[in-house]
């Protein structure tokens, strides 16, 4: 038997379903915040990576699968979606667009050779947003509290902001200095990668996972000692829009991040939840004013994120939250003889051409073994078709769950499912999605003024929750 990768998932049947209604939620909200979506190649090349990530990050320098394609060129599978992005901006010149910023989102899988556990794979999800255009402190909040509120109306609880600022260029060369003579006298009790690290890149020893626990680690200089004026001004800035936006969040120096391309803002959101494990860093992002130019472009500023669609299931998993998926089937419908069989088929398509979700048999079952097959499907409705009533051009059509039936024109067929539908679902709600209100009118608003699909939700059990 041919096996999966290491560190790679199936995903499929229930938990298929979540990660769809998950990717719904971060479309509606996306859509809300006026972001586009963007789909960049899965493959780049390499010096991508190299240019935007940084050499001596852990990313690029260990994690990266990268090959020499058929022509000889150095080819990266994307270890994260940023690098993408931006060259993607510079080579459509997005930056002449007249809609400056400009905002942009994807959902898609990377690639990082890394050692699996639980919440870190080899491939990986990632949803993350870019904004190419604006310096403004107001639109790092928003990038901010874009990721908080996907949580908020997933209904995932614990988390926690970590917010720090690299500062501008000024400020981290002097912050640069006083980490070469915080760990120059004690360079021999560092990793070997952390020595190169501290002659090449000296930011990047704050990361290392080998020596993460020393003291020498532990009493290092903190970047906000070091911002200048201009950059803790800015910091400031950025805090009191989080503060108008109703973002909790914690100042936490020992945020740097493991990419080269930061500068000012960055931060991270982790799963505040009991017994998560370690890879608990849900998502995380920041500013980015450098690359674009850095990567052949104009001067243009960045800021963005990215969550792990992974670690977020987890969490989502490990707080019991239920998500409203779909599990149901408006009408099954059932045959037996061939003449039955035939207008199933047209029937079938009708309905399902007529925005209904349609199923039928394909394996032989006798009526005994649909029905069961039906309920396995639970579905709402059962057109059970016989010769007898289809030459009186009639169907009986059984709701599956009060057991009544009753015999339907077939030109009728429509409109009863439509209205017998509907009056199952909450006839009030006019949020627009039919899945959250299926089963026993439950709202999955949390008492948030929306019902998780990203639509407003006005049903009863809304208001009463309100
Ligand atoms: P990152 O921190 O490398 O940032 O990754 C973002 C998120 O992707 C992590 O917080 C985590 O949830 C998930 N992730 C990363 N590696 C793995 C892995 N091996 N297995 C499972 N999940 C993982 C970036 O990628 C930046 N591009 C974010 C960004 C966008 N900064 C600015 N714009």
Request: charged residues 30%; contains cysteine; hydrophobic residues 30%.
């Amino acid at each position: 038997m041919i096996t999966k990768q290491k560190g790679c998932h199936d995903i499929y049947g229930d938990e298929a379903k979540k990660w769809k209604y998950v990717s719904n939620v971060i479309d509606a909200v996306c859509e809300r915040y006026n972001y586009d979506f963007i789909r960049t190649p899965i493959f780049e090349a390499s010096e991508l990576y190299h240019r935007g990530i940084g050499e001596e990050t852990d990313v690029v320098s260990k994690e990266m699968y990268d090959f020499k394609d058929k022509g000889d060129r150095s080819i990266t599978l994307r270890p994260e979606g940023t690098a993408g992005v931006v060259r993607s901006f510079i080579e459509n010149k997005m930056y002449g667009d007249a809609t400056q910023p400009v905002k942009l989102y994807y959902n898609g899988t990377m690639y990082r050779y890394e050692r699996p556990q639980s919440g870190r794979d080899r491939e990986l999800t990632q949803f993350g947003v870019e904004v190419l255009g604006s310096d403004d402190p107001m639109i790092d909040a928003e990038v901010i509290s874009l990721a908080v509120n996907i949580y908020r109306i997933l209904g995932l609880k614990g988390i926690k902001v970590n917010i720090n600022s690299l500062g501008d260029k000024e400020s981290r060369d002097n912050y640069r200095k006083a980490l070469v003579e915080h760990f120059m006298p004690h360079v021999d009790s560092l990793c070997e990668d952390c020595k190169v690290r501290l002659q090449k890149n000296p930011l990047r020893v704050l990361d290392c996972k080998v020596d993460a626990d020393t003291e020498i680690m532990k009493n290092a200089p903190v970047m906000t000692d070091y911002l200048n004026e201009e950059s803790k001004k800015r910091f400031e800035m950025v805090q009191k829009y989080l503060n108008l936006l109703d973002i909790d969040f914690e100042v936490n120096p020992s945020i740097v991040r493991g990419l080269d391309y930061y500068d000012h803002t960055v931060f991270e959101i982790e799963a505040d939840i009991e017994g998560f494990g370690s890879q608990n860093v849900l998502g995380g992002g920041g500013r980015y004013n450098g690359l674009v130019s850095a990567l052949g472009g104009p001067e243009v500023p960045g800021i963005g994120f990215a969550m792990g669609l992974g670690r977020l299931m987890l969490a989502l998993e490990k707080e019991q939250v239920e998500l409203p998926i779909n599990n149901s089937l408006d009408a099954f419908v059932m045959y037996v003889s061939d003449t039955e069989k035939e207008y199933a088929t047209t029937l079938v398509q009708e309905l399902r051409m007529n925005g209904f979700s349609v199923e039928t048999e394909y394996t032989n079952r006798g009526l005994k073994g649909q029905f069961k097959q039906a309920d396995r499907l639970n579905s709402r409705f059962l057109i059970i078709l016989n010769d007898t009533d289809l030459e009186n051009n009639q169907v009986k059509i059984k709701n599956n769950k009060t057991k009544e039936e009753e015999l339907v024109d077939i030109d009728y067929i429509l409109y009863y499912l439509d209205e017998h539908l509907m009056s199952e679902d909450d006839a009030d709600c006019d949020c627009g999605c039919s899945h959250e209100h299926e089963e026993g009118h439950e709202c999955h608003c949390n008492g948030e003024g929306n019902c998780g699909c990203g639509n407003h939700c006005d049903c009863h059990s809304h208001e009463e929750n309100e």
